[in-house]
Nanobody
Framework: VQLQASGGGLVQAGGSLRLSCAAS????????MGWFRQAPGNDRERVAT????????SYTDSVKGRFTISRDNAKNILYLQMNSLKPEDTAVYYC??????????WGQGTQVTVSS
């Protein structure tokens, strides 16, 4: 599967963005999916994950209640709705897919910048 992330941009603190990750080459429902982010000087961080049919989701503590991960398997798209954005959410966001235990397929990343 190939992944293409989009939807990043510049937003003021308190604003919202929705990231999308379009998949091609294979049916998205075959994969567990996740969103990750990496800020300059920091390690890559797992932001949110979702099971193959959307019934299972998990979030890192810093985004709980603000971000929502979802998927539309019919359209082969993964989403990340980000509300109440904070400057510390600034990072490059990546979508990723896994069949087994490791995320081994990655999108190219989309920049999210939150100004204070």
């Amino acid at each position: 599967v190939q992944l293409q992330a989009s939807g990043g941009g510049l937003v003021q603190a308190g604003g919202s963005l929705r990231l999308s990750c379009a998949a091609s080459g294979r049916t998205l429902s075959s994969y567990f999916m996740g969103w990750f982010r990496q800020a300059p000087g920091n390690d890559r961080e797992r932001v949110a994950t979702i099971g193959r049919y959307g019934y299972y989701t998990s979030y890192t503590d810093s985004v709980k209640g603000r971000f929502t991960i979802s998927r539309d398997n019919a359209k082969n798209i993964l989403y990340l709705q980000m509300n109440s954005l904070k400057p510390e959410d600034t990072a490059v966001y990546y979508c990723a897919a896994r069949l087994g235990s490791d995320y081994d397929t990655w999108g190219q990343g989309t920049q999210v910048t939150v100004s204070s």
